[in-house]
């Protein structure tokens, strides 16, 4: 088994957890049974994942007999851990099984972020304001924010008391996620975008780009970063690693650095550090870990070209959008980032298949019950077309941002694809009319729905074939 040099032990326990398929709980049992020490169990193994606590050496000694990786990789893990943490390297790598990244935070008082009362409680702001249409359970805001489960349930209910936060329970389980309507959102999420969500920033552009291996931030941000007093840094600087046998598009990297900076409003440069030669009598693996596997392809041409639509006959009766429309659509856009309407981002949720799935399920309900009950009917095909013109947002990494004006959605799609996106912006406000009972005419017949779930179908269909053909903005 071979890793990356310089890679942090916490690294490398989690590769080669995962290369032998155990869970932190399987792993945890296995070491109380070879070590004969009951107390074992799994928060310390994610102490020791997350790079908050290095294991003592006689705990190194069990994790290589369990793990079957030399006790010297270990040491020159724990050496390694310990180094970075004192001198505040963020790093990002990629360990989880599934392709993505997993960003890891040295401990201490972050300099950058003096507001904040504790480093748990930016850390679950960052989790949950930088992903806003995603619920966390208590677990994973403690792996984001490298706290324990107490202190994020703490800083979780001061949150949600405040109105940033919203819970709700799936069972037992108790699910956490940002709310979306107040007022103080949109500038907190900005706050906390440029300083501590560099990370998870830097690790989804960055971990995009076909063959990288490993990702560290390094440089004056990085001490800022990790508490050391220093001077405010000029730039984000990013030290990016290979896989070996494998190669980065320029092209890729100078991509995923100028979303980076867009997003981030500070520039952000990038070395390419070459892999590491194997070591004598190491075994086939990784340099970015055991048991990983290669970060999820995307297309390497970022440009956009207009988008070429054949449009149906259909209920909508409007014509295509012209051939420079998406010229055209690519200025509105940059205006609607600017002011703040719509924001950046990326990673697994810059897909539309989730929304067109969600869109066809609305139409369809809608279809069944249009006899019966046409307001609701129609309710559902309103929702299908935002979930439409949402989805084709989420391709190119757009989203509205927390504040933004109702009807920025219909204004970005409308403006990059053609006129019959203003079915996005009519639907609206009719809804709207609908939920006034003191409006002239809030009724709705099943022969409105009729005419409006075809006209729906038909604008799913074509933002679909416009989709295929979407990159990310920028």
Not at 12 to 32: F, H, M, N, T
Not at 324 to 350: C, P, R, Y
């Amino acid at each position: 088994m071979s890793t990356a040099v310089d890679q942090p032990i916490g690294q490398i326990i989690r590769s080669a957890r995962q290369r032998l398929g155990l869970s932190q709980y399987v792993l945890a049992d296995q070491l109380a049974a070879v070590s004969g020490k009951t107390t074992m169990g799994r928060d310390r193994v994610a102490r020791w994942e997350r790079g908050s606590q290095v294991p003592r050496s006689e705990w190194r000694q069990w994790l290589a007999a369990v793990l079957e990786v030399s006790t010297e990789q270990l040491d020159a893990g724990a050496e390694t851990a310990r180094r970075q943490n004192r001198l505040g390297h963020a790093m990002v790598t990629a360990s989880s099984p599934n392709g993505s990244h997993t960003v890891r935070r040295s401990q201490g008082t972050p300099a950058l972020l003096p507001v904040f009362r504790s480093r748990v409680q930016a850390g679950i702001l960052a989790a949950t304001l930088l992903n806003p249409h995603r619920a966390f359970s208590l677990s994973e805001l403690a792996e984001q924010a490298g706290g324990s489960l107490a202190s994020v349930s703490k800083e979780s209910k001061l949150l949600q008391e405040s109105g940033i936060l919203y819970t709700r329970y799936d069972g037992a389980i108790r699910l956490i996620r940002a709310a979306t309507d107040e007022p103080i959102l949109g500038p907190l999420t900005e706050l906390i975008r440029v300083t501590y969500g560099v990370p998870q920033v830097i690790c989804e552009e960055f971990g995009r780009v076909p063959g990288i291996g490993r990702i560290a931030l390094v440089g004056t941000w990085a001490e800022r970063f990790a508490g050391l007093i220093g001077p405010e840094p000029e730039s984000i600087q990013v030290r990016v690693t290979p896989r070996r046998t494998e190669t980065m598009s320029d092209e890729d990297l100078a991509a995923a650095g100028g979303r980076s900076t867009s997003r981030l409003h500070r520039p952000v440069t990038y070395s390419v550090v070459p892999a590491p030669p194997r070591t004598d009598g190491a075994a086939s693996g990784s340099s970015a870990g055991v048991g990983t596997k290669p970060a999820a392809r995307v297309p390497s041409q970022r440009r956009r070209r207009p988008v070429v639509q054949v449009v149906t006959h259909s209920a909508l009766n409007v014509l295509p959008p012209a051939a420079d429309a998406w010229t055209t659509g690519a200025d509105e856009i940059t205006k609607l980032l600017d002011n703040g309407q719509l924001e950046l981002f990326s990673g697994d949720t810059a897909d539309a298949r989730p929304y067109f799935e969600a869109a066809d399920a609305h139409l369809t309900s809608a279809e069944e019950v249009t006899t019966s009950s046409p307001g609701s009917a129609f309710v559902l095909v309103g929702q299908a077309v935002k979930s439409i013109a949402t989805g084709l947002l989420a391709a190119q990494g757009l989203r509205a941002a927390a504040g933004s004006r109702a009807d920025v959605i219909g204004q970005a799609t409308v403006a990059q694809f053609g006129p019959q996106f203003r079915q996005v912006e009519l639907l609206r406000q009719r809804l709207l009319e609908l939920g006034d009972p003191t409006w002239r005419d809030n009724r709705v017949t099943d022969m409105d729905v009729a005419g409006a779930v075809p006209a729906a179908r038909s604008l799913l269909k074509t933002s679909q074939d416009i989709a295929i053909e979407l990159n990310l903005f920028g």
